[in-house]
């Protein structure tokens, strides 16, 4: 295995970490906003690095490094805007944020 | 009359579309042209819209794509932070968040820049976008710290200067619930 697989193999297992993590928080986490925090950032950041570490794999020629980049930006664009629609959803709804002490 | 980003956003997509499907015969590139161009004809109304004026100097697009470079990396670079915060969040035993939401009124004027803004807002750590209504942001924020780079206006900034707006004063934010005093 090379130098160059090993870092796509670590980038990878980081990813799916962070895609653990993202799922864990939606469990976890008080409430709709919290929750939608994690998809938005912990989920981005984990395609970023598993699509990222697959980039450095020796079988990606030129043509599957453009899709995975294309999955790379169209992640990017479109988590945060999902995310948002969910949020604002709720919002016009009427719902209230979690808040470390009742207010 | 076709004007040149119309033919830009048609070569576009069939580049993109001849990247994907990588089968390049008469059958695939006329599909490949066929869904370019209906695609094309059904956005290209909404794409001379939103993206306003075309900038007039050779000078202007060189400073736009500039601005726009300096935007992603700086995006890309507060991604990783992000993320390395709300798993923090999420794997700390006692989740020390202390949420809030908060409004504000932005001077980006054009619906593009409000939306990468919008976006960009949703990417860096612990805040997030939840409604935009006309020049008023309704945001999440984890921690009230988070706040910091929207309060000093420092995030509008780098949207900002991507559409060549002028820099902003920091705006009037509302909290809500309100932020208590802390003692100093």
Redesign the interface.
Same mark, same amino acid.
């Given at each position: 295995m090379s130098a160059l697989t090993a870092v796509g193999a670590a980038l990878v297992s980081v990813g799916v970490a962070?895609l653990a993590?993202?799922a864990?928080?939606l469990l +976890?986490?008080?409430?709709l906003?919290?929750r939608?925090?994690?998809v938005?950032?912990?989920e981005?950041?984990?395609l970023?690095l598993v699509f990222g570490g697959l980039l450095l794999f020796p079988q990606v020629d030129f !043509?599957v490094a453009?899709?995975l980049v294309?999955v790379i930006f169209f992640s990017?664009?479109a988590n @945060?805007?999902a995310?948002?629609a969910i949020?604002?959803a !709720? +919002? +016009?709804e009427g719902l209230g944020?979690?808040?470390?002490e009742p207010? | 009359m076709i004007s040149a980003r119309t033919l830009a956003l048609f070569f576009v997509l069939l580049a993109?579309w001849l990247?994907?499907s990588?089968q390049y015969n008469a059958l695939f590139i006329g599909m490949g042209v066929a869904s370019a161009a209906l695609v094309t004809a059904l956005t290209h109304d909404m794409v001379e819209r939103e993206l306003g004026d075309r900038p007039s100097t050779v000078r202007a697009v060189a400073l736009k794509t500039w601005w726009f470079a300096v935007y992603t990396v700086w995006l890309?670079a507060r991604?990783?932070p992000?993320?390395?915060?709300?798993?923090w969040?999420?794997?700390h035993p006692r989740?020390p968040?202390?949420?809030?939401?908060l409004r504000f009124r932005t001077q980006l004027s054009s619906p593009i820049a409000r939306t990468i803004f919008?976006?960009s807002i949703?990417?860096v @750590?612990?805040t997030?976008?939840?409604?935009v209504e006309g020049d008023e942001f309704?945001v999440?924020t984890?921690v009230p710290a988070s706040a910091a780079d929207l309060i000093s206006a420092r995030m509008q900034n780098h949207v900002g200067r991507v559409f060549l707006e002028p820099p902003q004063p920091p705006p009037e934010i509302v909290w809500?619930?309100a932020l208590k005093e802390t003692a100093p």
């Open positions: 962070f993590v993202s864990v928080g +976890r986490l008080p409430d906003y919290t939608a925090h994690g938005a950032k912990a981005t950041l984990g970023i !043509a453009v899709r294309a990017v664009v @945060p805007t995310v948002h949020a604002r !709720a +919002r +016009r944020v979690w808040t470390r207010s | 993109f990247l994907l990588g890309f991604i990783l992000a993320g390395v915060q709300v798993a969040f999420v794997v989740m968040i202390d949420p809030h939401m919008a976006n949703t990417l @750590p612990g997030m976008s939840v409604t309704c999440h984890m809500e619930p």
